[in-house]
C-alpha cells in the first residue's frame, strides 16, 4: 500500500519538486458552457525533470480521466488533492502529461466563480487561484516558484468576451453557437498569477496606448464616465514605474477587469489585473480621498506586474516582498504623479494604524512568516504584509536614500527576471548597491516580530534652551530587543519654523546631543514626518501643549501625526477617551483637510461605540450629531459635506438624529451638491433597522421597492443583517455557514450590520460558534474572509464577558497557529475596550 499523500503542499514537497523540475509549459482546453456545474477541459503538461522519480501533480475538487505520461496509459487517480505520476514511466528530461478533466464552477467557494447579473440575466465567470486554488482548477505544480508558459484555449458562447494573460492568437467557430479562442503562451508565470473571465463582458473606452479595460455589459454606461481616469493614471503609472525600475513594463500587453463581488480590491494576474468592480465604479457619493484610494489600489497592482508577477516570491513566507513593495510603490509612484496632494501624510493615514494595530498584539508576527503548508498561506495575508512591510521599507529608504533605495531593486529585478527570489536576495542587492551591511537591520525588522515604542526625555535649562534630551525605546510586547531605528525629531515652536534633526537609535538609550542647546520648544515630536516605524507617543509636556495649540497648527502632515499620537494615547488607556472626544467635536468644525476630517470622525464613532461607558455615551451624543447635521449642510467643501453625512449616519441614535436620516431618504433633506448613491442610502435604511427605529421595516419595504437591482438585492440582505431580533440572526448565521450558493461578498457585506454596534448582548451567543467556524472558513473561504469574520464578531463585542469566552477559547481549543494568532489579534482591541471602559467608567 503507498504512503498516504501529503494534505496540501507542504514546504518540502514544493522544495523537492522546484529541485527537480524546469521548463514547465501547460497546454490547457477549458470549454464554458452557461449554468453548468462544472467547466470540462483537456491539459497537455510537459516538464523536464533532473532524475526519474516520482512526482505529485496537485489537482483537488474535480475529476480526471485519460491520463498518459509520455504515452503510456496511467490510472488518473485523485488522492488527498494530488494525482501521482510514477518513478516508472517519467523520464529524466523532457516528460509530456496528458489528461482530461473537470474543474467545479459556483457562485462561492470554488476557483473558477460563476457571477449571475441580475440586472440583465447574464452570467459571468472568473477564475481566482492565489494562493493555492490554482489546482482546483486544472492539474498543476501549484506552488509559485515553478513558473509556467501557459496555452491557453477557450471555448465559450460566441457572444462571449475572453480574457487571459495575454492578447487572442486566434479565433474559430465552434459547435453549437460557441466560438474557441486561443490565447498566445505566455511568459512563465506562477500557476496562481494564470487567470481567465469570459462573460458578455465589454471593452471601455478603447483607446490605442492605454491598457485595456473591461466590465460587464450592465455596467457599460457607468464604466464610459469612469474609465477616462482609471485608465489614464494606469498609463502613467506604467511610464513612471518603468523608468524607475529601469525596467519596462514585462508583460506583453496589460488589461483590467471589472469584476462584481470580486473578493479583494485588486488581483494582479500577469498583464490582466481583476479589480472589484465596485472599487472601481463606486457605490457611494466620491470624495477627493475615494478617487485617490482608487489610485493607490490600480498602482497597486500595476506595481505588482513587476514586484510579485516578473520577479516572484519563492514561498508565500516571503508574501511582504510583493505587497509590502506595492503598496509603498504605489505611493510613490502616486507622489510623483501627483505632487500636489501630500501623498506621504495618506500613506501615514491608511497604513501605519493598521500596522501598529496589529503589531501591538500578540498575534502579531514577524514580516517574514514561517508557512510550513501551502494551505496556511492564507493566514499571511493581513496588516503585516500590506502595513507593517511598507511602513518599515518606507524606514529603509530613508536609511538607504532614494538613490540606492532605487538601485537596489532595480538591480534585484535585472537579477531575477521572469524567476523567483526571496527577502535575503533583495537585502543583499540593497547591500551591494550601498556598500553598507543591512544584516542586523533585516534580523530585527524582517525577522522578529513586534516593534519599538520610542520615549523622549528633555527639559530646558538656563538661557531657555534644551539641556537634555534623551530617546529611550523598548519592546511593546515586553518580549526584549531593540530596533535599529533612524527617524527626524521635530522641534516645535509657538512662532518660527520647526527644527529638524535626525536621530539614530539603535540601542535602548541614547542622547540626541545636537539637540542641546537648541531654544525651548513649545513640544517634541518624534518621527516627524513619519520615516521611521513604532509607538511615538507624546511625553507629557508636549502633551500637554498640543491639546491646548493643535487647532493653530497649520502644518496638515503635523496636525495629523498630532492627533494620531492622541488616539494612540486613548488606546492605550492613558488618555479619557471622552477627552479625546471633546477636544476633536471642539476642533473638527475648523478642520479643512477631508481625509483628517474623516480620520477624526472616525475615532469619535470609535469612541461612542466603543470605548465611552454606556452612560456617559448619552451626554455626548446630540452634541456630535448636531455637529455632524451642521457640517454637512453648511461645510464649504462638498467632500466635507460627504464625509459628515457618512458621520451623522454612524453617530446618529437619537429620534432627532433619525429623523434627519429619513429626511436624507425621503428627499426632504438634501446634502448640498451631493446625490446619494444607492449604497448611501441602503447604509441609512441599515442603521434605521439596526437602531430599531420604529418605521425602519416601512423604509426597508420602500427601499426594495425603489431598487430591485442586483446590487439592491445585495444590500438589502446586508441590511436585514442588523434586524434586532434573535431568530433573524439565527437565520443569517446558518446561512453564512450552510448556504453554498451564497456569494460570499453578500455575507462579507452583512457581517458588521449582523454585529452592530448597539446589539452585542443579542450578538454574544454567536461569539464562541464563530470562532469554532475558523478551520471551515480557513478551508472553504477566499483570503480576507476569515479576518473579516473575526473582525466582525469579536470587534461587536465590548464586554469583559465576551472577553472571558474568547481567552477560554484559546486555552481550550485544539487551533492551527495562524488561526490562534489570528484570534489574539483581533482580540487585542477588545481587550483595550474593556481596559478603558475600566479605568475610565
Ligand atoms: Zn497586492
Known amino acids: 500500500m503507498a504512503a498516504q499523500l501529503p494534505d496540501g503542499i507542504p514546504r518540502d514537497l514544493a522544495r523537492q519538486r522546484a529541485a527537480q523540475i524546469s521548463d514547465v509549459r501547460y497546454q490547457l482546453r477549458f470549454t464554458l458552457t452557461p449554468h453548468a456545474a462544472s467547466a470540462s477541459g483537456h491539459e497537455e ?58 474543474a467545479p464552477v459556483s457562485p462561492a467557494g470554488k476557483a473558477i466563480t460563476r457571477f449571475e447579473d441580475k440586472d440583465d440575466n447574464t452570467e459571468y465567470l472568473y477564475t481566482l487561484f492565489v494562493p493555492m486554488d490554482a489546482e482546483m482548477a486544472f492539474p498543476c505544480f501549484d506552488q509559485p516558484d515553478l513558473k509556467g508558459r501557459f496555452h491557453l484555449q477557450l471555448t465559450a458562447p460566441e457572444d462571449w468576451t475572453v480574457i487571459s494573460n495575454t492578447a487572442t492568437e486566434s479565433q474559430s467557430p465552434a459547435v453549437s453557437g460557441q466560438r474557441t479562442t486561443t490565447f498566445s503562451e505566455t511568459p512563465p508565470i506562477s500557476t496562481y498569477l494564470f487567470a481567465f473571465a469570459a462573460g458578455p463582458f465589454r471593452k471601455v473606452h478603447e483607446t490605442t496606448g492605454l491598457p485595456g479595460l473591461y466590465v460587464r455589459r450592465s455596467k457599460f454606461k457607468k464604466a464610459q464616465e469612469e474609465a477616462p481616469e482609471v485608465q489614464q493614471i494606469t498609463g502613467q503609472g506604467i511610464d513612471s514605474l518603468s523608468r524607475f525600475f529601469a525596467q519596462p513594463f514585462p508583460f506583453p500587453k496589460y488589461d483590467m477587469v471589472m469584476i462584481p463581488g470580486f473578493a479583494y480590491g485588486g488581483m494582479e494576474h500577469a498583464g490582466a489585473t481583476f479589480l472589484r468592480e465596485e472599487s472601481v465604479l463606486f457605490r457611494i457619493a466620491p470624495t477627493h480621498s475615494d478617487h485617490l484610494n482608487r489610485d493607490i489600489l490600480l498602482l497597486h497592482e500595476l506595481t505588482h506586474q513587476w514586484f510579485g508577477d516578473f520577479t516572484t516570491m519563492r514561498w508565500f513566507d516571503d508574501l511582504w516582498l510583493k505587497e509590502g513593495f506595492a503598496q509603498y510603490m504605489a505611493y510613490q509612484a502616486l507622489a510623483s504623479l501627483k505632487p500636489d496632494e501630500n501623498i506621504w501624510k495618506r500613506f501615514h493615514q491608511s497604513i501605519k494604524p493598521a500596522a501598529y494595530g496589529i503589531d501591538s498584539t500578540r498575534g502579531t508576527t514577524p514580516i ?172 507629557q509636556l508636549s502633551r500637554k501643549a498640543v491639546i491646548e495649540k493643535l487647532g493653530e497648527v497649520s ?53 461612542l461605540h466603543r470605548y465611552l461607558s454606556p452612560s ?84 426597508f419595504a420602500a427601499e426594495q421597492k425603489r431598487d430591485a437591482s442586483g446590487d439592491g438585492q445585495k444590500y438589502a440582505y446586508m441590511a436585514q443583517a442588523a434586524r434586532p431580533e434573535s431568530a433573524s440572526k439565527q437565520h443569517y448565521f446558518d446561512d453564512y455557514l450552510h448556504d453554498s450558493s451564497r456569494p460570499e461578498d453578500w455575507i462579507e457585506q452583512s457581517l458588521a450590520p449582523f454585529n452592530y454596534w448597539n446589539q452585542s448582548e443579542l450578538t454574544l451567543p454567536y461569539l464562541k460558534p464563530a470562532l469554532e467556524a475558523l478551520p471551515q472558513i480557513k478551508r472553504e473561504r477566499k483570503i480576507f474572509f476569515a479576518l473579516g469574520w473575526l473582525n466582525a464578531f469579536i470587534g461587536g463585542q465590548q464586554s469583559a464577558a465576551a472577553q472571558a469566552q474568547v481567552r477560554e477559547f484559546l486555552r481550550t481549543a485544539a487551533l492551527d497557529k495562524d488561526l490562534q494568532l489570528k484570534i489574539l489579534e483581533v482580540s487585542d482591541e477588545l481587550d483595550r475596550t474593556v481596559k478603558i471602559r475600566q479605568r475610565y467608567p
Request: with cysteine; net charge negative; proline share 5%.
Open 555 to 607: 502644518d496638515v502632515f503635523e496636525r495629523t501625526l498630532l492627533w494620531g499620537s492622541l488616539w494612540d494615547s486613548v488606546r492605550e488607556a492613558d488618555l479619557a477617551p471622552r477627552d479625546f472626544v471633546e477636544l476633536a467635536l471642539r476642533l473638527l468644525p475648523a478642520e479643512t483637510d477631508e481625509s483628517l476630517a474623516q480620520n477624526l470622525i472616525g475615532h469619535v464613532t470609535t469612541a
Open 616 to 699: 456617559v455615551r448619552p451626554e455626548v451624543v446630540p452634541q456630535a450629531e448636531a455637529l455632524a447635521s451642521n457640517q454637512m449642510l453648511h461645510s464649504p467643501s462638498q467632500d466635507l459635506r460627504i464625509i459628515w453625512f457618512r458621520g451623522l449616519r454612524a453617530i446618529a441614535k437619537s429620534p432627532q438624529g433619525r429623523a434627519q436620516l429619513k429626511d436624507l431618504l425621503s428627499g426632504k433633506l438634501a446634502v448640498p451638491g451631493v446625490e446619494l448613491r444607492p449604497l448611501d442610502r441602503w447604509t441609512i435604511v441599515t442603521a434605521l433597522i439596526a437602531l430599531h427605529d420604529s418605521d425602519a421595516e416601512t423604509i
Open 45 to 102: 503538461l510537459r516538464f523536464r525533470a533532473g532524475l526519474p522519480s516520482l512526482f505529485l501533480l496537485d489537482f483537488r475538487g474535480g475529476t480526471a480521466a485519460n491520463l498518459t505520461i509520455n504515452g503510456v496509459p496511467t490510472p488518473a487517480k485523485i488522492e488527498n488533492g494530488h494525482i501521482e505520476l510514477p518513478a516508472n514511466v517519467i523520464h529524466a528530461g523532457e516528460n509530456v502529461v496528458s489528461l482530461d478533466f473537470t
Open 368 to 539: 517574514y512568516q514561517d508557512i510550513a503548508n501551502l494551505k496556511d498561506a492564507k493566514s499571511a495575508y493581513g496588516a503585516i504584509v500590506y502595513s507593517k512591510a511598507p511602513g518599515v521599507i518606507k524606514q529603509l529608504a530613508f536609511v538607504l536614500g532614494e538613490e540606492h533605495f532605487r538601485d537596489g531593486l532595480r538591480l534585484y529585478l535585472k537579477e531575477h527576471a521572469y524567476s523567483n527570489a526571496e527577502w535575503s536576495d533583495l537585502v543583499h542587492a540593497f547591500e551591494r548597491v550601498s556598500g553598507r551591511s543591512l544584516q542586523d537591520w533585516a534580523a530585527q525588522w524582517i525577522r522578529r516580530r513586534g516593534m519599538p515604542q520610542v520615549d523622549v526625555a528633555w527639559s530646558c535649562g538656563a538661557k531657555n534652551q534644551i539641556d537634555r534630551f534623551s530617546l529611550t525605546q523598548h519592546d511593546v510586547l515586553g518580549e526584549g530587543g531593540v530596533w535599529p531605528i533612524a527617524m527626524q525629531v521635530g522641534l516645535h515652536y509657538n512662532e518660527g519654523a520647526p527644527l529638524h534633526l535626525r536621530a539614530e537609535l539603535s540601542t535602548e538609550k541614547s542622547d540626541l546631543r545636537e539637540a542641546i542647546g537648541k531654544p525651548c520648544p513649545n513640544y517634541v515630536l518624534l518621527n516627524d514626518q513619519d520615516y521611521a516605524y513604532g509607538r511615538f507617543l507624546l511625553d
